[in-house]
């Protein structure tokens, strides 16, 4: 199968997997027990931070789920992950340790990103699930290993893309793949803020605390905005563009927030897809009117998509030719001041409609088809594939900002969405 | 390497530092009010760090608890409620669990099934209106914190009544004082105030050099005339007043606060201040407190240790007053109390 070949199979079985989830799966998962009664599904989670604590919250709303380890290196963690799970659940200081308990189904990986490829391939390797938080990884050579560890294991991963499971986003994609909005050419999307982005430390002269909480601010363990927030919307446009990028340019810089961190506070970046269509990405932490959207251009509307709702808007129809009567002829047109406004047509555009049953919190729609994946020994939708073509990206994207260059992936991997040549 | 591979402990400093004297204050806008923080702090950075810390919770706490966000935890509940057991998480199950038990305890006049009564006397988002009868008879058959079920086995929610509905506007912003409080705790604080809205107060330890925070209860209808003043330590305080929201009909003002047992506004009572242990507390007690009225109101605080209970009577412009165990002093008399800590009647 050639390279274009392998993306269309790719996209097209991702498009049939949207169709039958939103034609069959909405009503039926908010109505029957996810996991049987009496026997739980049970989690240990690797860097109880604050986002990992965000998902053991919405975890334990999931029927059936219960947290049986708890692993981190700052003492803190355990007591809040405790609040959380309101048991004395048992803790490591050694992921290891936790691998080597008996009582572990799978487990959640919401370590910083430098350790997601470490983390996720050996508890894949222990014989566990695995809930990896995004991005997939921090080279391109651990997420194909994290790849190979889903091979090799037969274990679910699900990579932390939550938006996937958002019902406007996936009603959006199913719009898209009918061609409601004609020929997709370009998808802008921002992540803006304005904030500094740090974690509060309890002791602000301590150095090592400092990286240890707010280690997304500096390049030994993280990509920066690229990755913490960018990796939604490329992971989205993948899934509109039918699978990775094929080259990217960026720029970015510390030009507002001069306080010691070292990735940027402010990252722009253009990919080209192989078919010839364009994601432009922005995050910024000095303005937050744009928030956070994706805008999806089509020859025939464009999709607007937030955290919480999706509106499409129809182009102006394109006129044809109209007959014109001699009169005009005979008595010329009228002369005079004339105005148009600049604003093109809109329209007054249609919300995606969102089902009762499900409306709402895109975490909770994400760990509930993890928790379900495992019980009926499913594939995650937001799978390994996903999780290698955002994370590719992000990689890549960081890398042509780093040497302010184009970046062309194919120099950089041989393989197709995560799969080897 | 294992995880960051640095081996840390939670820095003590701030336990072993004196009482730092730089008091700072921060508010946002959160829970459909604004959150104000006092708290004394060794340097604008340490403070600004517990701000953040604090405000994250509260935030963190608003998208679990409210009911006008269709992504909460509590909307989620209360759409599926009513036809299915739904699982929550052990923090939300807690809560509600306490707010059931405040209900038994308090006779049913503590309830956050309340809301369709609100809608139908146009109370929620409206300034009121006198329902027909068919609308509240079919208000009360969705309210009662009995038709809700909780089952701790399963940690499940169930609506014996599909369309009911949970609001937690009754004890939420408490409950998020007091996580904020517990934050403030745990990074070594020793003196701070969290007044969410300024109807529940909680405060942490005093001020330096003082033996407790002043607060101020003022007159129905005047916020700038004080008529009580009380010294906090270690402790809540919440008030519910009706006069902020009401109408007149026919000689009778009905006010928002509702009797959950008779489906009808409360009369009589202006204004119903509690103090007790926590925030979550003081905010639970104070609308059982403001249904039952003074003399039963009284009794019900009896039964609860640590608690004092202060109100205000009859309708504005001829009020009076009533306390129970009551540590406060008539007026604006933070002075006298912080100079012999001596309490005066404030009976008038």
Redesign the interface.
């Known amino acids: 199968m050639s390279e274009i070949d392998r993306r269309k199979f790719v996209g097209a079985a991702a498009g049939a997997l949207a169709g039958a989830w939103l034609a069959a799966g909405c009503k039926e998962r ?2 029957s027990p996810v996991a049987p009664a009496g026997q739980p599904v049970r989690l240990g989670v ?2 109880p931070g ?1 986002r990992g604590q ?1 998902l053991m ?2 975890f ?5 789920v219960r947290f049986t380890g708890l ?6 963690r355990f007591a809040e992950a405790r ?4 048991e004395d659940t048992p803790t490591f ?4 340790a936790l691998l080597a308990a008996k009582d572990i189904d799978a487990v959640i990986v919401a ?2 990103l430098k ?1 997601h490829g ?2 996720v391939v050996a508890a894949l390797e222990s014989g566990r699930h695995v809930y990896g938080e995004k991005s997939m990884a921090m080279t391109v050579e651990e997420c194909d290993r994290i790849v190979d560890a889903v091979r090799r294991s037969g274990k679910n991963y699900q990579v932390g893309v939550q938006y996937h499971y958002a019902t406007w986003y996936r009603d959006t994609l199913q719009r898209v793949r009918e061609g409601k909005l004609g020929k997709i050419t370009h998808v802008y999307a921002e992540w803006h803020r304005n904030n500094d982005w ?9 150095v ?2 400092e ?2 909480i707010n ?1 997304r601010m500096y390049k030994e ?1 993280s990509l920066g905005l690229l990755a913490e927030l960018g990796s939604h919307h490329i992971s989205f446009a993948n899934e509109i563009f039918g699978g990775a990028p094929e080259s990217v340019v960026g720029s970015g810089g510390v030009d507002y927030w001069k306080d010691g961190r070292e990735t940027y506070d402010n990252v722009q970046v253009t990919y080209r897809y192989p078919g010839g269509q364009t994601l432009f990405f922005s995050a910024i932490t000095s303005n937050a009117h744009e928030g956070a959207q994706i805008r999806v251009y089509g020859t025939e509307g464009t999709a607007v998509l937030t955290e ?1 709702d999706a509106v499409l808007y129809s182009e102006a129809k394109k006129l044809k030719a109209s007959s014109v009567t001699k009169l005009l002829i005979d008595h010329g047109v009228m002369t005079g001041a004339s105005y148009m406004a600049e604003m093109p047509y809109r329209g007054k555009g249609e919300e995606v409609p969102v089902p ?2 499900v ?4 975490n ?1 729609l994400a760990c509930e088809s993890f928790v379900r994946s495992i019980v009926n020994r499913q594939k995650p939708e937001a799978d390994e594939r996903e999780g290698w073509a955002e994370a590719v990206a992000v990689i890549l994207g960081h890398k042509a900002i780093e040497e302010g260059k184009r970046i062309w992936f194919r120099e950089h991997t041989s393989r197709v969405n995560g799969v080897g040549a | 390497m294992v995880c960051l591979g640095m081996a840390m402990a939670w820095p003590d400093k701030a336990r072993t530092d004196p009482m730092p004297t730089n008091l700072y204050v921060q508010a946002r806008p959160a829970m459909g009010t604004e959150f104000k923080i006092y708290l004394y702090a060794g340097s604008e950075d340490q403070a600004v760090a517990l701000f953040d810390g604090a405000f994250a919770e509260i935030e963190r706490l608003d998208a679990t608890l409210s009911n006008y966000k269709p992504d909460s935890e509590l909307s989620r509940i209360n759409r599926l409620a009513g036809r299915e057991a739904v699982t929550t998480d052990p923090e939300m199950f807690s809560l509600l669990q306490t707010c059931m038990d405040y209900s038994r305890k308090s006779g049913g006049t503590f309830d956050i099934t309340v809301g369709p009564l609100m809608r139908a006397w146009g109370f929620f988002r409206g300034q009121g209106k006198y329902p027909a009868p068919w609308q509240l008879d079919k208000a009360r058959e969705k309210v009662g914190w009995e038709k809700v079920r909780l089952d701790a086995t399963r940690r499940t929610v169930h609506f014996t009544v599909d369309g009911m509905e949970l609001d937690l506007g009754g004890i939420g912003k408490g409950y998020a004082a007091d996580r904020v409080a517990r934050q403030f705790r745990n990074a070594g604080v020793k003196a701070a105030m969290v007044d969410a809205g300024s109807s529940t107060i909680c405060v942490i330890g005093a001020p330096p050099g003082k033996k407790g925070w002043l607060v101020r209860v003022h007159e129905p209808g005047r916020r700038s005339l004080a008529i009580s003043t009380v010294l906090l330590k270690d402790q809540g305080l919440s008030t519910s007043g009706s006069y902020e929201k009401f109408f007149q009909l026919n000689g009778r003002t009905y006010c928002h606060i509702m009797d959950p047992r008779t489906g009808e506004p409360v009369e009589g009572v202006l204004q119903a201040t509690v103090i007790g242990a926590d925030g979550t507390t003081t905010e639970a007690l104070s609308k059982p407190v403001f249904v039952l009225g003074a003399a039963k109101g009284a009794k019900f605080l009896a039964n609860v240790p640590g608690t004092a209970g202060f109100w205000v009577l009859g309708e504005l412009g001829k009020a009076r007053s009533a306390e129970w165990n009551w540590p406060g002093c008539a007026g604006d008399c933070g002075e006298s109390l912080e100079a012999n800590g001596e309490r005066k009647s404030t009976r008038r």
């Open positions: 908010a109505k690797i860097g604050s965000e919250r919405t334990l709303r999931v029927p059936g692993c981190d290196v700052y003492e803190p609040d959380i799970t309101r200081r050694d992921y290891r370590t910083p350790f470490e983390h740090r974690r509060p430390v309890p002791n602000s002269g301590d090592q605390l990286r240890l280690w363990y919480g009762e049953d409306e709402g919190n895109a909770y």
